[in-house]
């Protein structure tokens, strides 16, 4: 049999997280987890998910207290991207999260990693390893 796998993500149509949204020509856009070079020039890639990877995992060690650049406005954050995106502001430093208390240096610089510029970023294999040998003899159960 040929099978689909069908993804959804439920929180674009729920009222609840209406806010974590950006519209950008029609399309409603999650732009706080986006990497700046899938707003201008609008390419999306494994690198662009390695960056949301790192905004996902800064919420995982933040305990998702708060959004992402919650000083900022989605306009805010939106322009910023593009700035970044189009190489006005090259470097990651035009959007920084703060750095979750209690956390390793190591992975504070595996999320860097995740912000580097297009190019310079782990690939998923990387960050496979590097979780992996902090896992290795390490009983869970």
Known sequence: PNYEIKLMNSANVSMQFQSHYFNI??????????????????????????????????EV???????????????????????????????????????PEYLSKELVDLMLECWRPYGERPTFHEIFTFFNKRLDGINII
């Not at 732009?31 to 990877?53: G, L, Y």
């Not at 970044?84 to 090259?90: A, Q």
């Open 25 to 58: 020509n029609n399309c409603r856009l999650p732009i706080r987890w986006m990497a700046p070079e899938t707003i201008s020039p609008n390419e999306f890639s494994c690198q662009s998910d390695v960056w949301s990877f790192g905004i996902t995992l800064w």
């Open 61 to 99: 060690m933040t305990n998702c207290l708060s959004l992402p650049y919650a000083i900022l406005t989605n306009e805010d954050v939106y322009q910023r991207l593009r700035l970044m995106g189009t190489n006005v502001m090259r470097s990651s430093g035009s959007l920084q999260l703060s750095k």
